[in-house]
């Protein structure tokens, strides 16, 4: 089975720019949650969707957004860019079928250096 | 609020060494806990998932234990080779997210 792939690998942008960052999870896999991590804050949840629904969302500003499709797969987004939202952004998948919680599976993550 | 700890930070040891990471939570109301592998710029690699009711998981050298009721876990990594040096995290769940902690930073000298 091939694992969870994210798109694209790097990334530079200047400020105030936007960019949309996908991840492909596990075939069969239903959850994609997304978690930004940087040097200073370490791991950080963003957002989880489940069958196209957004299910919960951390502590971050309207500025970043995510979406999933009925393939499963998603998108998060981030507009008017600042320098702090450079970080690798990391992309989990899991079944989540019966039980509330299955065992997480990440991808390689998008590196995102903002200018 | 979930939060979960890891101590130590950082730890070198020479190769062959028997060690122990720690991983406390505040909120023992989780299903499962989970320990990751991270090398550098990478992302994470899943190493073992315990279920609440089990209190250890083994995959080769690696053994995980876990103690709801103390909130705590522990991973045990024997006969340690440079090749395990990377940062190790654990991630305990709340609600439909993961917390983590801050991780543990292993350096295996030759």
């Known amino acids: 089975k091939a694992g969870v792939t994210q798109t694209p690998r790097y990334l530079i942008k200047t400020r105030g720019q936007q960019v949309t960052l996908s991840c492909s999870p596990i075939?069969?896999?239903?959850?994609v949650s997304w978690y930004q991590q940087t040097p200073g804050q370490g791991l950080q949840f963003l957002f989880e969707y489940f069958s196209e629904t957004q299910r919960n969302k951390g502590n971050f500003p309207g500025r970043f957004s995510g979406r999933q499709f009925s393939n499963s797969r998603s998108e998060m987004n981030v507009s008017t860019l600042e320098l702090g939202d450079s970080a690798l952004y990391l992309c989990?998948?899991?079944?989540?079928?019966?039980?509330?919680?299955?065992?997480?599976?990440f991808g390689p993550g998008t590196r995102l250096t903002v200018l | 609020k979930q939060e979960v700890t890891q101590i130590p930070a950082a730890l070198s040891v020479p190769e062959g060494e028997n060690l122990v990471l720690n991983c406390s939570f505040t909120d023992s109301a989780i299903y499962n806990l989970q320990w990751f592998r991270q090398d550098p710029g990478k992302g994470l690699t899943s190493l073992l998932l315990i279920q609440s009711s089990q209190r250890e998981q083994t995959s080769g050298r690696l053994n995980a234990s876990l103690d709801k009721s103390s909130g705590r876990s522990t991973l045990y990594i024997a006969a340690s080779q440079p090749g395990d040096s990377a940062t190790y995290l654990c991630a305990a769940p709340a609600g439909n997210m993961l917390t983590f902690g801050g991780g543990t930073r292993l350096m295996v000298k030759p």
């Open positions: 075939s069969g896999h239903r959850s």
């Open positions: 989990a998948s899991s079944w989540t079928g019966g039980q509330p919680w299955n065992e997480q599976f």
